[in-house]
């Protein structure tokens, strides 16, 4: 299988005959926005990984390495375009313009979701493996029925390829032609296990199986990973179904901060990804070919620190939530089970001698 790339890591542009036309409105500044946004999410994931190990969150999932596969892909949809992510997308999250403190606060544990999905169209972040397949799947139908033009995306890193709800999610989306896209991370690892161990073949080969077609892309390579999904987005918004892509790319860090990659991967290895980094490739091809200067990155750099900075202060500034919020937005509606929880929960707290926030959840009444 043909892995397509635009950038190779040296920094050198090369011609690719599927992917060209599709980035062929893509000015400077277009190229520099893209390097900043990649600078930007990194110094974001490094702040947010030294607040976990200074005790202001209680976990996170480092996105070192992937930063080229999420801003190549979320800068290729359109607003309303539904963004389905696991756990780590927290790279589009900050493209969608989700605030800081709304990324942070299910980290902090502050709240028990992230962002609110109908104000960046995108969905909160999903922790159980594979499952934002299905629900990306069953929005697309959605919006089959409804003959809107727009799609879904679903973000799904290698080791969910072998769960049944993705399998599932596929055929359905095939089936009923589904303007679904479903993103594959391919980051080499699924926590410990390789993705060599799962697939024996690239995981871009499994699409013709559910019959939709497969693309490998370099997902080191920003532009590339852009014009990949612009390639799929395209097939989606004029009927011609799903499709699915493998961004090559490699989790540099750990799974999350609770996790030690140094037990089951070798130094060589991240050596030799390192050699491919998707930010330093970028600003090789713009320096080499006139694009990027000293002041550019500069002005990027201090952006990065000031992201970063409110990052910070939107985390340590995030108030402790009513311990009765717990019951909010459980269900719908009433729920007889829930109200008898939370009654024994307002009675044990008072127990403790911590009287209960609201007087509508201090009486056990609806959310």
Same mark, same amino acid.
């Given at each position: 299988?043909?892995?397509?790339?635009? /950038?190779?890591?040296?920094?050198?542009?090369?011609?690719? +005959?599927?992917?060209?036309?599709?980035?062929?409105?893509?000015?400077?500044?277009?190229?520099?926005?893209?390097?900043?946004?990649?600078?930007?999410?990194?110094?974001?994931? %490094?702040?947010?990984?030294?607040?976990?190990?200074?005790?202001?969150?209680?976990?996170?999932?480092?996105?070192?390495?992937?930063?080229?596969?999420?801003?190549?892909?979320?800068?290729?949809?359109?607003?309303?375009?539904?963004?389905?992510?696991?756990?780590?997308?927290?790279?589009?999250?900050?493209?969608?313009?989700?605030?800081?403190?709304?990324?942070?606060?299910?980290?902090? +544990?502050?709240?028990?979701?992230?962002?609110?999905?109908?104000?960046?169209?995108?969905?909160?972040?999903?922790?159980?493996?594979?499952?934002?397949?299905?629900?990306?799947?069953?929005?697309?139908?959605?919006?089959?029925?409804?003959?809107? @033009?727009?799609?879904?995306?679903?973000?799904?890193?290698?080791?969910?390829?072998?769960?049944?709800?993705?399998?599932?999610?596929?055929?359905?989306?095939?089936?009923?032609?589904?303007? *679904? /896209?479903?993103?594959?991370?391919?980051?080499?690892?699924?926590?410990?296990?390789?993705?060599?161990?799962?697939?024996?073949?690239?995981?871009?080969?499994?699409?013709?199986?559910?019959?939709?077609?497969?693309?490998?892309?370099? +997902?080191?390579? *920003?532009?590339? *990973?852009?014009?990949?999904?612009?390639?799929?987005?395209?097939?989606?918004?004029?009927?011609?179904?799903?499709?699915?892509?493998?961004?090559?790319? =490699?989790?540099?860090?750990?799974?999350?901060?609770?996790?030690?990659?140094?037990?089951?991967?070798?130094?060589?290895?991240?050596? @030799?990804?390192?050699?491919?980094?998707? /930010?330093?490739?970028?600003?090789?091809?713009?320096?080499?070919?006139?694009?990027?200067?000293?002041?550019?990155?500069?002005?990027?750099?201090?952006?990065?620190?000031?992201? %970063?900075?409110?990052?910070?202060? %939107?985390?340590?500034?995030?108030?402790?939530?009513?311990?009765?919020?717990?019951?909010?937005?459980?269900?719908?509606?009433?729920?007889?089970?829930? @109200?008898?929880?939370?009654?024994? =929960?307002?009675?044990?707290?008072?127990?403790?001698?911590?009287?209960? *926030?609201?007087?509508?959840? %201090?009486?056990?009444?609806?959310?």
């Amino acid at each position: 299988m043909i892995m397509h790339q635009l /950038i190779t890591a040296d920094g050198n542009r090369v011609a690719d +005959g599927l992917l060209d036309g599709f980035v062929s409105d893509i000015d400077d500044e277009t190229l520099r926005n893209l390097y900043e946004d990649m600078v930007v999410i990194r110094r974001i994931d %490094a702040e947010a990984t030294a607040l976990q190990r200074q005790g202001q969150l209680a976990l996170w999932p480092p996105l070192l390495g992937q930063e080229a596969a999420q801003i190549g892909s979320v800068r290729a949809l359109d607003d309303d375009d539904f963004i389905f992510p696991t756990y780590r997308e927290n790279g589009v999250a900050y493209c969608r313009g989700a605030k800081m403190s709304d990324v942070l606060g299910v980290w902090r +544990g502050t709240w028990n979701t992230g962002w609110d999905p109908y104000e960046v169209n995108m969905a909160t972040p999903q922790i159980i493996i594979g499952s934002q397949t299905l629900h990306a799947t069953g929005y697309g139908m959605g919006l089959v029925l409804e003959g809107k @033009e727009t799609l879904a995306i679903a973000y799904l890193g290698d080791g969910a390829t072998s769960q049944g709800d993705v399998h599932e999610s596929m055929v359905f989306a095939a089936t009923f032609q589904a303007p *679904v /896209i479903f993103f594959c991370q391919n980051n080499q690892w699924a926590i410990s296990e390789p993705v060599g161990l799962q697939s024996h073949v690239p995981l871009a080969g499994r699409a013709a199986g559910y019959g939709m077609p497969g693309l490998q892309v370099d +997902g080191n390579d *920003v532009l590339a *990973v852009l014009a990949a999904v612009r390639w799929a987005a395209d097939r989606a918004r004029t009927g011609s179904g799903p499709s699915f892509i493998e961004a090559v790319t =490699y989790r540099m860090g750990a799974h999350t901060t609770a996790d030690d990659p140094t037990r089951y991967r070798g130094v060589t290895e991240l050596e @030799e990804w390192g050699a491919k980094d998707p /930010i330093t490739r970028m600003r090789t091809f713009l320096r080499n070919s006139g694009r990027l200067d000293g002041a550019a990155e500069s002005a990027i750099a201090a952006k990065a620190d000031a992201v %970063a900075a409110e990052l910070r202060q %939107a985390c340590i500034n995030l108030p402790d939530p009513d311990p009765m919020s717990v019951f909010e937005n459980v269900y719908v509606d009433g729920n007889p089970i829930l @109200e008898l929880q939370r009654k024994h =929960y307002g009675a044990y707290l008072s127990a403790l001698g911590e009287q209960p *926030v609201g007087s509508a959840t %201090a009486q056990g009444g609806a959310s």
